[in-house]
């Protein structure tokens, strides 16, 4: 049976203003200076018409990734393409950052030092940093913490960290936000140094938010930077720790400790499962499922779980999402396609509902759950769904009143444009026809794909987004609509502008 929706615009009431960066994005270390990442899926694969092997042990992950030179972040489409999102926060991490040596004056001579996993250039720096300033992002970091820095048992030194602070600072990019280390409570996972305990972390977290303080005050502290001690899948039981593929999952409260260093900004990981790849972990939802209503509320209810330790942490903070894409692992087989759309949008709109923030979507342009497809940069179906978010939805959100049901997800902000208002964004994820009761004449976006939910390319009111000669984007251009009923196609996403 069709869900029946009225808009009633007498009815919203203001919940709060959101970050305009709120739609920000990864570049891995491992893409700034070459590293091993996800291997691409087949095309078959993508299309779901061939099975991927699945591994049956989490040690054999490795078998899963490969090699990749540096992507090139001169790159003029890449650059026009993350311009035209808008502003956004540039987040350079991931586990490849926990061991990185900065060689900056080069005297590795390309040898990586002992204790570390890779070198950082300081050409592959500026790079980067050119591209931040091009792009008018805002660069957040998180920096070493392995072998090669420190033991265990020795406090957290600086010297390596300072360089790359200051390296940013001289050139005109600043580093403008930081996290100490990345995912840390995965500690057996994430190369920190031999023997290294919750205890430890404490400490060194405490010592980096002291030193970030005194020597470059301007810079936000974020953290923790952590991933999984809550029910982050919507299929596990309890919440507050527990184990991945037999690894201990370290707690919010136990890498903190006592904490003396306070935090400007809480931050954590969130994916909607785990991939195909990474199946032998647990926490993969089948692409069945891709659409259901439990799928689609996880992300929220995870936002809602870490808000308790926000509030405790960072009371009146906001709350950075500073990984999040469809899946853990480089994303699922159809991360590329339509389907993956709804989910985005969702944790979009029911995020901005609880808190005030900023989510970083992994990546920009590199695995399966990038924006842009690596190497040529051509945008996918999820890139035109935030572009034209960022097009339509201001900064004030409303509560609408509508109970989020099966076939109505309905969210609603201030207009972009700063016109008197409102914009409307109704996810209709049912298999049948959303009924829309319009109380006056609109624009309407509606987001469909191409033939099938599987597809590469998106359609916007029927009309194909893809790029044009010279990269230039397809015009985002709404249809005409009168007041009274209207009818969303099934499994749409729909912007509505009144």
């Not at 993508?46 to 790159?75: A, C, H, R």
């Not at 809550?230 to 919010?252: L, N, P, S």
């Not at 009168?482 to 099934?490: D, E, F, I, N, V």
Request: with cysteine; proline share 5%.
């Amino acid at each position: 049976m069709a869900e029946f929706i009225r808009l009633d615009p007498a009815k919203l009431s203001p919940l709060r203003q959101i970050d305009e960066r709120l739609v920000s994005y990864n570049v891995e270390m491992t893409e700034v200076t070459g590293g091993t990442f996800w291997k691409a899926y087949t095309e078959a694969q993508v299309d779901g018409t061939e099975e991927f092997p699945l591994i049956s042990n989490w040690q054999d992950m490795g078998n899963l990734q490969q090699w990749y030179d540096p992507i090139d972040t001169k790159n003029p489409r890449l650059i026009k393409l993350a311009k035209d999102l808008g502003p956004a926060w540039v987040r350079v991490s991931g586990t490849w950052a926990n061991k990185t040596y900065y060689d900056f004056d080069g005297h590795c001579n390309g040898v990586v030092p002992e204790g570390f996993q890779n070198l950082l250039t300081k050409e592959q720096w500026l790079n980067l940093l050119d591209f931040v300033k091009a792009v008018d992002g805002k660069l957040l970091v998180s920096i070493a913490n392995c072998p090669g820095i420190h033991r265990a048992d020795e406090p957290m030194p600086f010297e390596q960290a300072d360089l790359l602070f200051k390296t940013s600072k001289e050139y005109g990019v600043p580093i403008s936000a930081a996290e100490f280390t990345n995912e840390p409570n995965l500690i057996a996972l994430s190369g920190l140094p031999q023997g290294y305990t919750a205890a430890d972390h404490a400490r060194d977290h405490d010592l980096f938010g002291a030193w970030l303080k005194e020597n470059y005050p301007e810079c936000l502290f974020v953290g923790p930077c952590t991933v999984g001690d809550i029910d982050m899948f919507g299929m596990m039981e309890g919440a507050g720790g527990g184990m991945a593929a037999g690894y201990e999952i370290v707690t919010t409260e136990a890498l903190l400790g006592d904490y003396k260093s306070k935090m400007d900004v809480f931050s954590y990981h969130y994916y909607n499962g785990v991939s195909e790849r990474g199946q032998a972990m647990g926490g993969h939802w089948p692409y069945s499922a891709a659409l259901s209503e439990k799928y689609l509320a996880t992300a929220g209810q995870c936002a809602r779980q870490y808000t308790g330790r926000r509030d405790k942490y960072v009371p009146g903070g906001q709350m950075w999402v500073t990984e999040s894409g469809d899946a853990g692992c480089g994303g699922n087989t159809w991360a590329s396609t339509f389907v993956d759309v709804p989910r985005t949008l969702n944790e979009l709109g029911e995020f901005c509902t609880i808190t005030d923030g900023v989510i970083f979507h992994n990546t920009l342009a590199s695995s399966d759950y990038g924006f842009l497809k690596h190497g040529t940069f051509e945008p996918r179906p999820n890139y035109f769904a935030v572009l034209l978010w960022n097009r339509l939805m201001g900064p004030t959100v409303y509560a609408t009143g509508e109970e989020i049901r099966e076939g109505a997800h309905v969210y609603c902000h201030s207009r972009k444009d700063g016109k008197e208002g409102y914009v409307y964004l109704i996810i209709n994820n049912a298999r049948e026809c959303t009924v829309v009761d319009l109380p006056c004449d609109a624009m309407r976006y509606s987001l469909t794909g191409k033939g099938k939910l599987r597809s590469r390319t998106m359609l916007l009111n029927g009309r194909e987004l893809k790029l044009g000669p010279d990269d230039i984007l397809p015009e985002l251009e709404g249809s005409y609509q009168s007041a009274g009923t209207l009818r969303l196609a099934p499994q749409s996403c729909t912007f509505l502008v009144i």
